[in-house]
């Protein structure tokens, strides 16, 4: 088996790969490991790090936070912006891991493969996830 690492431009881009039988989304690579003993690698990973948007803490639309999906996890953690408007996320992210583990694994990462901790944190803070699309849920 031939693993492929692939890096999308584009949300469309990622979309396209995405239809693939053989790809997986990657961020940080580090819940996709813990999946291995529980089957086979996948043969195309997609990583969305560079997307346009994936990264970063900052203002968002209508004075909500912005977090970038390809945040890292021990950024989240030390950024004073998430420390005072998402407290609950901060604390939640002081708890994943070790720093090692937080300085590869991101916020889409650990929402994404849903065994996370900071999908309850998020829900507690109201927090909506903006789709490629623009569309928030």
């Known amino acids: 088996m031939t693993l492929q690492i692939r890096h999308p431009a584009t949300a469309a881009e990622a979309e396209a ?4 039988p053989s790809a997986s989304i990657v961020g940080g690579g580090t819940v996709l490991q813990l999946g291995w003993g529980m089957r086979a690698p996948t043969q195309t990973l ?4 560079r997307l ?9 639309r209508d004075g909500w936070l912005r977090l ?6 021990e950024t989240l953690r030390t ?7 998402a407290p609950l996320l901060a ?31 998020l829900i507690a803070h109201d ?10 849920v």
């Open 68 to 73: 970038g999906a390809a945040t890292l996890l």
């Open 17 to 20: 790969l995405l239809l693939e």
């Open 127 to 136: 927090a909506l996830a903006e789709l490629a699309s623009g569309e928030q």
């Open 91 to 121: 604390a939640a992210c002081t708890q994943l891991g070790a720093l090692a583990v937080r300085n590869l694994a991101t916020l889409g990462g650990n929402v994404g493969w849903r065994i996370g901790d900071c999908t309850a944190a």
């Open 79 to 85: 950024h004073p912006d998430v420390g005072r408007y």
């Open 46 to 49: 997609v990583a969305l790090d």
């Open 52 to 60: 346009p948007g994936a990264h970063g803490i900052g203002p968002g």
